[in-house]
Nanobody, 121 residues
């Protein structure tokens, strides 16, 4: 299986920055995509940013120009650099990966445990 370990959440003032990291480990044959979702209280989980195997990225409109998703393929790690944070960015951020494993031989999506990001205004 695949394990995802996140780090980097915390409390920051509006206008500040945070960097989230997520490292994937386990019986991984191939990572096909990684990224981040978030879920604020009372709201549905939404895709924040993703990066595919070929390096293409996508972002939810509300974070474009402020957040940057990147990866270190050698370390199976994805990052989310968050700048100019706003109070509406407050949420639990969940890392995900779409990976093919030795056990299954096909693509599945795996989730991290979530890390809290709180932006104070």
């Amino acid at each position: 299986q695949v394990q995802l370990v996140e780090s980097g959440g915390g409390l920051v003032q509006a206008g500040g920055s945070l960097r989230l990291s997520c490292a994937a480990s386990g019986s991984i044959l191939r990572i096909n995509g990684m990224g981040w979702y978030r879920q604020a209280p009372g709201k549905q989980r939404e895709l924040v940013a993703g990066i595919s195997r070929d390096g293409s990225t996508n972002y939810v409109d509300s974070v474009k120009g402020r957040f940057t998703v990147s990866r270190d393929s050698a370390k199976n790690t994805v990052y989310l650099q968050m700048n100019s944070l706003k109070s509406e960015d407050t949420a639990v951020y969940y890392c995900y990966t779409r990976a093919t494993t030795r056990e299954t031989g096909y693509d599945n999506q795996y989730w991290g445990q979530g890390t809290q990001v709180t932006v104070s205004s």
